[in-house]
């Protein structure tokens, strides 16, 4: 499981490279434009030589069309042969441990050794919409935003034990006596067989996502792969994988910590449309931030917009993080944020408002680092 997790280095670049996919939806586009860039997409980071391809939940979002990621990922399964397939992440306080075990369990099925499980512990959407998805917290979460309360209840403070409890689904081994001794996530772990021939139980690696310190130690204890959402949550970077590596214990799944970063970055042809491209995607985080979520912004919808001198300043201080500009200055900024972290794994997301802008940076991100032709 060590030798699916740690990615092979291609062409120049100094570590793995990866895919984030958040399936963007572009004003004037559809959900399924967006799905149909994802498939353009997969195959080109395959072809392309990029190691992994991670989709992430995320709910009551216009502009992203990801809610479903075990969904999207079979989709993809059906239109790729050998890149890694993942979520980046499944938001497991919404789900039943049961149902996750299931859906990843159907997934390792269809194809064996390229699914990734990345797990997170935040909703992955606000107060209502969570409660709307766990119906058993509806009634305080709607008094709550009612009385425009603190937000509810995340479900996040028994993560441990419901990691613990996927964990034991995914490979069938509740001990005697415990409840669900009986029962079975179907299908359950593949049998793998080794270069020697012998067949063992295999299933998907489990990997912890996180923006702060609390999964960043838990990974590290439980020594399982962790990934930091450095797209949006730069500032804690560096102390949650000093945490992380601090943190971490030998496990059956890892030696020593491997830490995956998720960075945003859009490479154009020329600079100045890099800027366009990504003012609209911060145009489209304003909205989102000050409850008006809705589809990304054309890049002349947000040059035309008026920005608060508020908005300005979170514009700016939120593309500081997004690594932009030619090929070669997108490389210059991912190399620098290598060194500066130490991430074992660079995964890029690059929103833009059409599909066909985000294809054509990865196209150029692999070009710059001299990644396999396609």
Same mark, same amino acid.
């Given at each position: ?120 512990? =935040?909703?992955?959407?606000?107060? !209502?919409? +969570? *409660?709307?998805?766990? $119906?058993?917290?509806?009634? %305080?979460? #709607?008094?709550? @935003? ?112 491997? =830490?995956?970063?998720?960075?945003? !970055?859009? +490479? *154009?042809?020329?600079? $100045?449309?890099?800027?366009? %491209?990504? #003012?609209?995607? @911060? ?92």
């Amino acid at each position: 499981m060590a030798d699916e997790i740690r990615g092979e280095v291609r062409g120049s670049a100094p570590v793995p490279l990866s895919v984030l996919d958040l399936v963007t939806v572009g004003a004037g586009r559809t959900a399924t434009d967006a799905l149909r860039t994802s498939v353009t997409l997969s195959r080109l980071a395959e072809n392309r030589g990029y190691h992994r391809y991670w989709v992430a939940e995320h709910h009551s979002m216009p502009g992203v069309a990801s809610s479903s990621p075990a969904v999207i990922l079979a989709h993809l399964a059906a239109h790729t042969e050998r890149i890694r397939l993942g979520s980046g992440g499944v938001m497991l306080p919404n789900h039943a441990p049961l149902v996750i075990a299931e859906q990843f369990g159907t997934l390792e099925a269809m194809a064996p050794g390229r699914i990734d499980l990345g797990l997170g512990r =935040a909703p992955g959407t606000d107060g !209502a919409t +969570a *409660a709307a998805l766990r $119906r058993t917290e509806l009634p %305080q979460a #709607l008094g709550s @935003a009612r009385a425009g309360g603190t937000p509810i209840h995340s479900g996040a403070d028994d993560f441990p034990q419901q990691l613990a409890e996927l964990v034991r689904f995914l490979d069938d081994d509740f001990p005697d006596g415990h409840p669900y001794r009986r029962v079975h996530a179907v299908p359950g772990p593949v049998q793998a067989t080794s270069p020697g021939g012998v067949q063992s139980p295999h299933r998907p690696p489990v990997w912890l996502l996180g923006s702060s310190g609390f999964s960043a130690r838990l990974a590290g204890m439980l020594g399982l792969p962790f990934a930091f959402a450095h797209h949006f949550s730069a500032q804690n970077t560096i102390p949650a994988l000093d945490l992380y590596r601090e943190s971490f214990r030998p496990s059956a799944v890892l030696d020593e910590p491997y =830490a995956l970063i998720g960075v945003a !970055a859009l +490479a *154009a042809d020329e600079e $100045r449309e890099a800027r366009r %491209q990504v #003012l609209a995607a @911060a145009l489209n985080m304003v909205r989102l931030r000050t409850g008006r979520p809705g589809l990304v912004p054309t890049p002349e919808e947000a040059e035309a917009y008026d920005f608060s001198p508020m908005e300005r300043e979170f514009v700016t201080s939120w593309n500081a993080n997004v690594v932009h500009g030619t090929p070669d200055e997108v490389r210059a900024g991912l190399d620098d944020l290598h060194k500066r972290t130490g991430a074992d794994e660079l995964m890029i997301t690059s929103n833009a408002h059409s599909g066909e802008v985000r294809v054509r940076s990865y196209e150029l991100i692999a070009d710059a680092y001299g990644l396999p032709a396609s």
